[in-house]
């Protein structure tokens, strides 16, 4: 069925970067989009980026574009978020998902890992 | 922007719950989702294409809908339900998620 792991979560200060990973496992991860999802505390989800299979395209959230980078290495079977110029407002779990192929549904979700922003 | 209602339904074991996800504008059906999210839990995929149920699904639970109101149907409320409900919808290389209705016990 496959799982996602997702790992580089932590405390930073406003304005700090931080990269999250996220490791795959039990499909064959070229054949899918992948994408970051976040929920604040308390708060519903947001989506916050996808990259195609190949890793040649990517899309963000306006909350997040030019700040955040999503990237992926099929030969690893990981997929990557750079976040840089981190707000308290990105406060959040960060999940890692499987997008169906066809319904863009996301199928697969790892656990999460929690980034927290303060001074 | 997807708006869901009501924001929170309390309802009793073995009731029928009916939640509501309203779209601003008209949006493809073969892209709206619905996902379950327990307390501490991860989302699950509940329905796809509007009224698909994923894999493993019960059959209690139904989606319908289509252009701009979409609906989540639970037939018959199992303790296991009370949880908070999330609409999603793909378009325009976007995702969007809508705010989340509260089922919780009454």
């Known amino acids: 069925q496959g799982q996602l792991v997702e790992s580089g979560g932590g405390l930073v200060k406003p304005g700090g970067s931080l990269r999250l990973s996220c490791a795959a496992s039990?499909?064959?991860?070229?054949?899918?989009?992948m994408s970051w999802i976040r929920q604040a505390p308390g708060k519903g989800l947001e989506w916050t980026s996808y990259?195609?299979?190949?890793?040649?395209?990517?899309y963000y959230a306006d909350s997040v574009k030019g700040r955040f980078t999503i990237s992926r290495d099929n030969a690893k079977n990981s997929l990557y978020l750079e976040m840089n110029s981190l707000r308290a407002e990105d406060t959040a779990v960060y999940y890692c998902?499987?997008?169906?192929?066809?319904?863009?549904?996301?199928?697969?979700w790892g656990q999460g890992t929690t980034v927290t922003v303060s001074s | 922007v997807l708006t869901q209602s009501p924001a929170t339904l309390s309802l009793s074991p073995g009731e029928r719950a009916t939640l509501s996800c309203r779209a601003s504008?008209?949006?493809?059906?073969?892209?709206l989702v619905w996902y379950q999210q327990k307390p501490g839990q991860v989302p699950r995929l509940l329905i796809y294409?509007?009224?698909s149920r994923a894999t493993g699904i019960p059959d209690r639970f139904s989606g319908s809908g289509s252009g701009t109101d979409f609906t989540l149907t639970i037939s018959r409320l199992e303790p296991e339900d009370f949880a908070v409900y999330y609409c999603?919808?793909?378009?325009?290389?976007?995702?969007?998620f809508g705010p989340g209705t509260k089922v919780d016990i009454k």
């Open positions: 998902a499987r997008r169906h192929i066809s319904t863009r549904a996301f199928d697969i």
């Open positions: 039990g499909f064959t991860f070229t054949d899918y989009y």
């Open positions: 990259i195609s299979s190949s890793g040649n395209s990517m």
């Open positions: 504008q008209s949006v493809t059906s073969n892209y």
């Open positions: 294409g509007a009224s």
């Open positions: 999603q919808h793909y378009g325009n290389s976007l995702f969007t």
